[in-house]
Every structure is written in structure tokens, then in C-alpha cells.
């Protein structure tokens, strides 16, 4: 503000000076220990003289302390002694002698210490704990130190509460909610449903509506802890509508029958994930390897193919054990072939249960035909057999599909940057990997973590925040 001509600045008060009868013992008390807290000196005189000083009146009292350390020079005096505990100037013999009545010997050498040889954030913590026990105002450190009082106190109150030894733990106390497991089971179990079921009329997902529906479920989590949950997923928010959420309008029957048999599942009951990888052309397929430096590996855009392979397979929830055969189409008589297959391994057992998704050909009448075939009667006579019951997955849920995270193990581990010389010796390599993953399932009933088929995207189980697809598959 600038002032008009002629206009001095004002020197003389124009309201009473309220310490002015009692400043001669402050400054007495200054004089004796210049280091003297003013709000301690504001309560000693409140005690003193009841009803005389109003709280409002403490700023008051810090600017006129405040003056007579800027002018008896105190202020410089602290501020230089500051700068050198800060450049670590000053030797643990004397801080320990100044120190004595506030501070252990070993907490002063601890915090010297982290003033000398560790980073910013230690080093101004010590500072502030140091300077604050030898009397150096709150606002001298906060200029020594280019930080504000609030964080300047928060450094005093975290060593009077927890000590010298865990005022440097900068680990986070809580685990962030995006890396929580219940925050990421919620979410994803949300996003496998179409918004509709929650009464949002969208075709998709937004973050917005997911928060909504996140916070109504009891977990409050922020939109950006939410996008931190897709991105480590490894999915981007726009292929939501391909891969992550079931537009079935009997979605939540399905997947509680589903849940209901998994969960009552028997000894001698089998339940299997059912379904096609392929067809796959043999080739060089490219991948990550690693090479040497300033080669760079390129493969031909345009390739003859040696060959192309269906693999249709089975995957025991149970067990974790994989039966797979090669298909020329994928088609109603293979799903029969596989269901007689397994028939045949496990017809010691009471029930079959087959889960796949909803192709034409996995619920088609000849399929239908052949599975009450082997539950009828007349058949049950002739041979002793289980029980085959169909449990259909709900439409445009390939996400729930078990196997497809075997699928999906399998093809990082053997197919990505491979170069078969012919579709035998791919056969072979697919045969050789699900040998090994079910002799590694049968020692170890454990999924094996340290092993290739271990490195599956996501754990081979059912559950309705699981998703088993892969989300590079195209």
C-alpha cells in the first residue's frame, strides 16, 4: 500500500500497551534465559495475575518478545547457531553439555548423526528436534529451514512421541487401498456385472459409477486408487465392454449356481473347465528374449504357415490336473469326444460337472442328446458311471473360465517367441508342459510358484472377481 505525500509512518500506539506493568519482569525472565517459550511465559503471568490476560492477547505478547530478541540481537545469536547444527559444525561433546537436561547422549549422537550422513528428510527432522530442545524458536527454525510451523511441530510431536530411533521411519504405516485385497475383489466382481443390475442406465462402466457402487458396497476408495486398480490388473478402462463385463441377464443365477456346486463340491465329484485355444497358425511368433547390444530381432510380416493347431482341453478344479487332445474343428463331436474321454477316466466317480462358455457347439441338441444318454437308465445298467450335469458359464464371461489362465500360462511359456520346425514339434512342447504341470500338481497339491506354469496371469480358481482371460489374447 503506498502512502499519500506528506504521510509519516505512525511510531506511537494507539491503544494501551496491556503487558506494560508487568514488562519489567519478562524481561527479566528473557534476560535470565533468552530462550524462554512465550507461551510458557503467557501461562506463568495467567497463573500470576488471574482474569488480568485474555488468551487473545498471547500473539501480543510473542510480537513484543519477538522485538526485544531482534534487538538485544538473540535472534542472530539462535539463527547462526541453527546454520551450523545444520552444516554439522558443532562437535557431540558440546551439544551434549548444552543438551543434557532435554536430551539422552545416545539420542543426541543419533541425531547428529542423521545431520551428517543421511538425506533432507532426516536431516531436517534432527535439526528441528535439536534446535526446539536448546530453546531456538519454532519460527527461526522454520526459516532455517524453508518449511512451514505445521510441519516443523509435526517433527517435535512425533519425537516426543515415539523417540529418537523412529522419528526416521518413513514406511507407510497402512497398506494403500488399491493394493488392499478386499478393495481389488470388490471392484472387479462390480465390474464383471453390466451397470444396469445396479440401476444405472449405461452401456459401460464409468469411474464415476464405480465409486458410487463401491462406496453403497461399504468401500470407500478414491477414482484414482480405482484406476490404479485396473492399471496394475493390466487392463485399460476402454476394453471394459470386451473382456471384463457379462451383459447375461441371468448373470447372478449362473454364477451363484456355480459358487453354490464349488463350494458343496464331494470327493468323488469333478468339476471341469472346458474349452478351445486356437486355431493357431505355427510359426515364428514374436515375444521378449533378450539380446545383445545393437541387435535388434525382426520377424517377417508375411509368413508360410507350417501348420495350425486346435487344442481342446479340460481342466479338474480340483485336482488342478489338465486332459487336452488336438482338434481339426471346433464343433459338437469334439465337446462329445472330450466328454467320453473324461467319462472314461474318471467313471469311478459320482458326478461330473462340465462348465464352459456359450458357444453354438457347447449347447447344441447332439450334445444335449448324448449327455441324457449317459444319464438314463438303461445306460446306468449297462455300466457304472457317473452323473454328467452341464453348468453353462453366463454369456460373454470368458473372464470366469478357469482355463483360460492355463491357457494363458502355457502360451507365454511355449508358443510366444517360438520358431517350430513343424506342428509335431509344437504338439510335442504342449504335450512335454501339461505332463510337468500335472506331475508338479500331483506332488504339490500348492500351486508351484517357483516353476514355468506358475507364471500364470492369474491364479487357476473360480471366483467372480478372478479374471482369467487374458487381456493381450487379441
Not at 562437535?91 to 543438551?99: H, P, V
Not at 453354438?360 to 442328446?369: A, F, N, R
Request: charge should be positive; glycine fraction near 4%; include cysteine.
Amino acid at each position: 500500500m503506498t502512502r499519500s505525500k506528506g504521510q509519516v509512518n505512525r511510531q506511537w500506539r494507539t491503544r494501551r500497551d496491556p503487558f506494560a506493568n508487568v514488562w519489567s519482569e519478562i524481561r527479566s525472565e528473557l534476560e535470565d534465559n533468552p530462550k524462554t517459550e512465550v507461551s510458557k511465559l503467557f501461562q506463568e503471568l495467567q497463573r500470576h495475575y488471574p482474569g488480568t490476560f485474555p488468551n487473545g492477547q498471547l500473539r501480543t505478547l510473542q510480537r513484543r518478545v519477538a522485538d526485544w530478541r531482534r534487538e538485544t540481537g538473540i535472534c542472530r545469536r539462535l539463527e547462526r547457531w541453527t546454520l551450523r547444527l545444520m552444516q554439522g559444525k558443532i562437535q557431540k561433546s558440546i551439544l551434549q553439555t548444552q543438551l543434557k537436561s532435554k536430551l539422552k547422549d545416545e539420542e543426541v549422537i543419533l541425531l547428529l548423526d542423521c545431520i551428517r550422513y543421511r538425506g533432507i528428510r532426516s536431516r531436517n527432522r534432527a535439526v528441528a528436534v535439536l534446535a526446539n530442545a536448546n530453546g531456538v524458536p519454532i519460527s527461526v527454525i522454520c526459516r532455517i529451514l524453508q518449511s512451514e510451523p505445521k510441519t516443523v511441530r509435526s517433527y517435535i510431536n512425533k519425537f516426543q512421541e515415539v523417540g529418537a530411533s523412529r522419528l526416521f521411519d518413513f514406511s507407510r504405516s497402512t497398506v494403500k487401498k488399491a493394493d488392499r485385497k478386499e478393495y481389488i475383489d470388490t471392484l472387479f466382481s462390480i465390474l464383471h456385472k453390466p451397470p444396469s443390475l445396479y440401476g444405472i442406465n449405461r452401456t459401460r462402466w464409468e469411474m464415476a459409477d464405480l465409486k458410487q457402487v463401491m462406496s453403497q458396497k461399504g468401500f470407500d476408495i478414491s477414482l484414482a486408487n480405482i484406476r490404479q486398480i485396473i492399471q496394475n490388473a493390466g487392463y485399460k478402462f476402454r476394453k471394459a465392454r470386451k473382456v471384463l463385463t457379462s451383459t447375461d441377464p441371468n448373470y447372478r443365477e449362473k454364477l451363484q449356481q456355480i459358487t453354490s456346486i464349488l463350494s458343496c463340491l464331494q470327493p468323488d465329484e469333478r468339476f471341469f473347465s472346458v474349452d478351445e485355444f486356437g486355431p493357431f497358425s505355427v510359426r515364428t511368433i514374436g515375444g521378449r528374449s533378450l539380446t545383445p547390444p545393437g541387435q535388434i530381432r525382426s520377424i517377417p510380416q508375411y509368413q508360410k504357415s507350417k501348420g495350425s493347431l486346435i487344442l481342446t482341453g479340460a481342466l479338474e478344479l480340483s485336482t488342478n490336473q489338465m486332459t487336452h487332445f488336438y482338434s481339426t474343428a471346433k464343433n459338437t463331436t469334439e465337446m462329445i469326444r472330450l466328454i467320453d474321454l473324461l467319462f472314461k477316466k474318471y467313471g469311478r466317480d459320482r458326478t461330473l460337472y462340465f462348465s464352459w462358455d456359450a458357444a453354438s457347439w457347447h449347447m447344441s441338441k447332439d450334445l444335449q442328446k448324448r449327455v441324457n444318454e449317459i444319464n438314463s437308465e438303461e445306460f446306468k445298467k449297462k455300466v457304472r458311471s457317473p452323473i454328467v450335469k452341464l453348468v453353462p458359464l453366463p454369456t460373454c464371461a470368458q473372464f470366469l473360465n478357469v482355463i483360460e489362465s492355463v491357457f494363458s500360462g502355457m502360451a507365454r511359456a511355449i508358443i510366444h517367441n517360438s520358431d517350430y520346425e513343424s506342428v509335431s514339434d509344437c504338439k510335442e512342447a504342449i504335450d512335454k508342459y501339461f505332463e510337468q504341470r500335472n506331475e508338479n500338481f500331483r506332488k504339490h497339491p500348492k500351486r508351484a510358484g517357483n516353476k514355468i506354469w506358475g507364471k500364470e496371469r492369474v491364479k487357476p480358481i473360480f471366483s467372480e472377481s478372478n479374471n482369467c482371460k487374458d487381456p493381450m489374447y487379441r
